[in-house]
């Protein structure tokens, strides 16, 4: 099995045991699920440092996207607490 196949697995694995353990804890809000689950995406994309450069790149673009969701929703919820 190659890395790159590892790393998916592991995505997807951790993608599923994050959303199962949400949905047991009875958790509505989709902006919880996002922000998880885009943490244990950075997360395991960090651990897996020795993929092919070309992969790589694509995936630091992905990282840089998906940070940005994680922040705009960061800035919301400090909004809405401040006002």
Do not use: C, D, H, W
Request: hydrophobic share 65%; proline share 1%; net charge positive.
């Amino acid at each position: 099995m190659t890395i790159f196949n590892k790393y998916l697995m592991t995505l997807v694995l951790a993608a599923s045991m994050v959303n199962i353990f949400l949905a047991f804890f009875k958790q509505n809000s989709l902006e919880i699920y996002f922000v998880v689950n885009i943490l244990s995406y950075l997360i395991i994309t960090l651990l897996y440092v020795y993929i092919n450069p070309r992969a790589r790149a694509a995936l630091n673009a992905i990282s840089a996207i998906l940070f940005g969701g994680f922040m705009v929703i960061v800035i919301i919820k400090v909004l809405e607490i401040i006002y």
